[in-house]
């Protein structure tokens, strides 16, 4: 299914979170649009609903950020791929790893190039200043759990 939502700052919040208390083990969150579009405010967001109560940095220059119990109840790696060049740099970072009993949230995905997750939840987020659109496709595995 495909949906597509207005929005402003001030509701990514809101929006983060109820996807963020969607996750599971196994999912695969796919956070794309250009800089500045607020990826990362919605990945801090999903983080924030799974207990998170500090800042989470940008993993822009550490690329992966982990997080796992009991700073959030469910294992999560937080991935910035914007400095990924060539595709086959991904076999080093082991994502697949955090799959086992934790999500993924993965900023800039088109960075995977032929890889990646059939039956991950794609957010792309257009728009510039306060308004924003949020179009997802949401997978079958997300259907029933769907927040919005």
Known sequence: MNYRFDYTLDDAARIGAAIGGALMAGDVVALSGDLGAGKTT?????????????????????????????????????????????????????????????????????????????EALLLAISGDGDARVLTAVVPPAWGARWPL
């Open 42 to 118: 919605l990945a801090r967001a999903m983080l924030k609903a799974r207990g998170l109560a500090g800042e989470a940095p940008s993993p822009t220059f550490a690329i992966v950020q982990p997080y796992a119990p009991p700073e959030v109840d469910l294992p999560i790696a937080h991935v910035d791929l914007y400095r990924i060049e060539d595709e086959r740099e991904l076999i080093e970072l082991g994502l697949d790893d955090y799959l086992y009993d934790g999500a993924l949230l993965i900023e800039w995905p088109e960075r995977l190039g032929e890889g990646g997750w059939p």
